[in-house]
T-cell receptor
Framework: DSGVTQTPKHLITATGQRVTLRCSPR?????VYWYQQSLDQGLQFLIQ???????AKGNILERFSAQQFPDLHSELNLSSLELGDSALYFC??????????????FGPGTRLTVL | DAKTTQPTSMDCAEGRAANLPCNHS???????VYWYRQIHSQGPQYIIH???NNETNEMASLIITEDRKSSTLILPHATLRDTAVYYC????????????FGPGTSLSVIP
């Protein structure tokens, strides 16, 4: 158990809809990262927040957005969903803001299915 | 464009050492090498990391070459539960704090 929790575990929705994925980092970890893993694809970095502020952006679509709240939990909002958005979405947390020098602890993921 | 190169897949007999190589020829002097693994559809799990020196913990050993252009993750006594995809990661030097997980190495531990 990494200490990172994600809800919901599974989410099934229709094209065009909007969903919110939630992540609670390890206690006190100020950095939160979001990743997408499609079928047969590697982990794609989406975005990072540190103490409520966006720190780094990866391959995140404009239809997707995220935020980090004062209690450090984070939400990833996915809108105008398409079939290709079906994937596992992972959240990770770390102590510092640096991906390159800090260990990330990953949550169990949310499996999103868009029908 | 991943900055690391790993074999696509490897097999290892149960109880034997699994040696997983990784090439990272463009690594900068202050960039760490990290290893994670992902058991099917679970969240990736941190294994070990290092800068220059060889490292060992309860899970594995990390051997980094003197020129730092490659490394090897060693699982000393592989078990069936070690069957997973193993990712070798270094920071992408051209992009601040972006990280790229390549396709990794799919390790199959065989009874």
């Amino acid at each position: 158990d990494s200490g990172v929790t994600q809800t919901p575990k599974h989410l099934i929705t229709a094209t065009g809809q909007r969903v919110t994925l939630r992540c609670s980092p390890r206690s006190g970890d100020p950095s939160v990262y979001w990743y997408q893993q499609s079928l047969d694809q590697g982990l794609q970095f989406l975005i990072q927040y540190y103490n409520g502020e966006e720190r780094a952006k990866g391959n995140i679509l404009e239809r997707f957005s995220a935020q980090q709240f004062p209690d450090l939990h984070s939400e990833l909002n996915l809108s105008s969903l398409e079939l290709g958005d079906s994937a596992l979405y992972f959240c990770a947390s770390s102590v510092t803001s640096s991906i390159s020098t800090d260990t990330q602890y990953f949550g169990p993921g949310t499996r999103l299915t868009v029908l | 464009d991943a900055k690391t190169t790993q074999p696509t897949s490897m097999d290892c007999a149960e109880g034997r050492a699994a040696n997983l190589p990784c090439n990272h020829s463009t690594i900068s002097g202050n960039e760490y090498v990290y290893w994670y693994r992902q058991i099917h559809s679970q969240g990736p799990q941190y294994i070990i990391h290092g800068l220059k020196n060889n490292e060992t913990n309860e899970m594995a050993s990390l051997i980094i070459t003197e020129d730092r252009k490659s490394s090897t993750l060693i699982l000393p006594h592989a078990t069936l539960r070690d069957t997973a995809v193993y990712y070798c990661i270094v920071r992408v030097a051209t992009s601040y704090d972006k990280v790229i997980f390549g396709p990794g190495t799919s390790l199959s531990v065989i009874p």
